[in-house]
């Protein structure tokens, strides 16, 4: 049974810092793509960061240069520091791993607000 399981997601003010956390189980971990997705209210969920076995990152025009996506092959954890956050930033944040299928985690709200 694969299980995706999100944390660290919280209220922050503008130009702050969170790091998110997404531990996986039921999947060989350190073979596969990990990636972050998010949905804002009202708008569709889109890709925020992805990382793959071989540490190879991509990352939305929009969260370069303040996001880092990472990974813990050991702990079968990857993670999502945000930095610089904006209001633009706040959404659901969701762990993602495609093996045969999409899988997901429930995810962790973000809201980035003074």
């Known amino acids: 049974q694969v299980q995706l399981v999100e944390s660290g997601g919280g209220l922050v003010q503008p130009g702050g810092s969170l790091r998110l956390s997404c531990a996986a189980s039921g999947i060989p971990f350190s073979f596969n793509v990990m990636g972050w997705y998010r949905q804002a209210p009202g708008k569709q969920r889109e890709l925020v960061a992805t990382i793959t076995p071989g540490r190879n990152t991509n990352y939305a025009d929009s969260v370069k240069g303040r996001f880092t996506i990472s990974r813990d092959n050991t702990q079968n954890t990857v993670y999502l520091q945000m930095n610089s956050l904006k209001p633009e930033d706040t959404a659901v944040y969701y762990c993602?791993?495609?093996?045969?299928?999409?899988?997901w985690g429930k995810g962790t709200l973000v809201t980035v607000s003074s």
């Open positions: 993602n791993v495609r093996w045969a299928t999409d899988y």
